[in-house]
């Protein structure tokens, strides 16, 4: 059975590695053709190609479900026309030990898609974005307008002119009541944060509210400590799909605790999840069509059904994703959906097999 195993998982995870590659090309192709559109300043093709390059791990993120399964299909669809499956069955394999066999080639290829969106993907998307951004528009110029709300329990922070090294230009600091209603109104014309933690505020004047008397309060620098760190205000300027599962997790702590909406990062976070778990399913689904339908079909059929369902299962995450979001349903059961018919369909389809 070993032996079997060993050799499923290499057919299979051979034709996964050929269609990624096919796969990954043409991505490639279609976001530098987007990026021509974006050349200006020191953005020229070359960065625009350079772009392109350092998304593809993020992408293959995204493709690895899609490319499991059309690579699967043409691995053990060749083994069906050359009779290896019908053999292997013969020889008293089940189709439920077959299911195992091949499943454990869905594990391995979903570990290399948690890898690689967990510590690859993630960062270099990130690296990307700001690099064409910096590039574009200049290092100064580009955290200009670059604004950040933070809430911090009875505290909201106006942050302007944010950037990657955490140093700020005016802020505004707004503090209330257990009632809700405001106590003082801060603005700030320099701050950051330092190793530390601390928040550090320059030439701070400060209005109080208290009962029917206004103060005005002055300091030429004033040390703060809220529970927004530096790696937390980090996650504000960074879009969802280039944070870590670390990351959106974390920040979905802070959005939670401060009673903000964090459904777009949960639903970016189960998205995740269910992706990189219906990777071990594809190698089991394409088992499925190559005994039933496709059994004597050719090569160029097998790639038609994979493509067709792989292309099925994408948008209907993207979009049970996006209308999750709109009408704030729970991502944590909207993203699982296009898995479970998957597999319902998988189920059904072995159990009809003899």
Not at 3 to 11: D, E, N, V
Not at 59 to 72: E, N, R, V
Not at 233 to 248: C, D, E, N, Q, W
Request: net charge negative; proline share 3%; aromatic share 10%.
């Amino acid at each position: 059975m070993r032996l079997l195993t060993g050799y499923l998982m290499r057919t299979i995870l051979t034709g996964t590695a050929l269609v990624m590659v096919v796969l990954l090309a043409l991505a490639a192709l279609f976001e530098f053709i987007g990026q021509l559109d974006n050349t200006e300043g020191d953005f020229g093709t070359a960065q625009a190609l350079m772009y392109s390059l350092l998304r593809l791990p993020q992408l293959s993120f995204q493709m690895f479900p899609i490319a499991t399964l059309i690579g699967s299909l043409l691995g053990l669809g060749g083994l069906a026309s050359n009779s290896e499956l019908v053999v292997m069955r013969t020889a008293g394999v089940s189709m439920s030990r077959l299911a195992s066999m091949v499943a454990v080639s869905g594990l391995a290829i979903a570990a290399a898609t948690a890898l690689i969106g967990e510590f690859i993907g993630p960062p270099l998307d990130y690296y990307a974005r700001t690099m064409r951004t910096e590039l574009r528009f200049g290092e100064e110029n580009a955290n200009f307008g670059n604004d950040a709300w933070v809430k911090d329990g009875p505290v909201i922070l106006h942050l302007q002119r944010v950037n990657s090294q955490f140093d700020f230009g005016n802020i505004y600091l707004f503090r209330f009541n257990e009632a809700g209603d405001i106590e003082s109104i801060g603005r700030a014309e320099n701050s950051g944060i330092d190793e530390s933690d601390n928040w550090i505020l320059e030439n701070l004047s400060e209005t109080r509210f208290a009962g029917d008397r206004v103060e005005v309060a002055e300091s030429t620098r004033s040390v703060e400590t809220f529970d927004v760190d530096s790696s937390l205000l980090g996650f504000t300027l960074v879009k969802p799909i280039s944070l870590s599962a670390r990351g959106l997790l974390s920040y979905i702590d802070y959005l939670r605790r401060n009673e903000l909406s964090a459904i777009r990062y949960e639903t970016e976070l189960w998205s995740r999840i269910s992706m990189t778990t219906t990777v071990v399913l594809m190698p089991v689904l394409a088992l499925a069509f190559v005994f039933g339908s496709l059994r004597s079909a050719g090569a160029g059929s097998r790639l038609m059904i994979g493509v067709l369902v792989g292309l099925a299962y994408f948008l209907a995450s993207e979009m049970l994703a996006n209308s999750g979001e709109v009408y704030n349903l729970n991502p944590a059961i909207l993203t699982w959906i296009p898995s479970l018919v998957l597999v319902s369909v998988a189920w059904f389809a072995l159990h009809r097999i003899r």
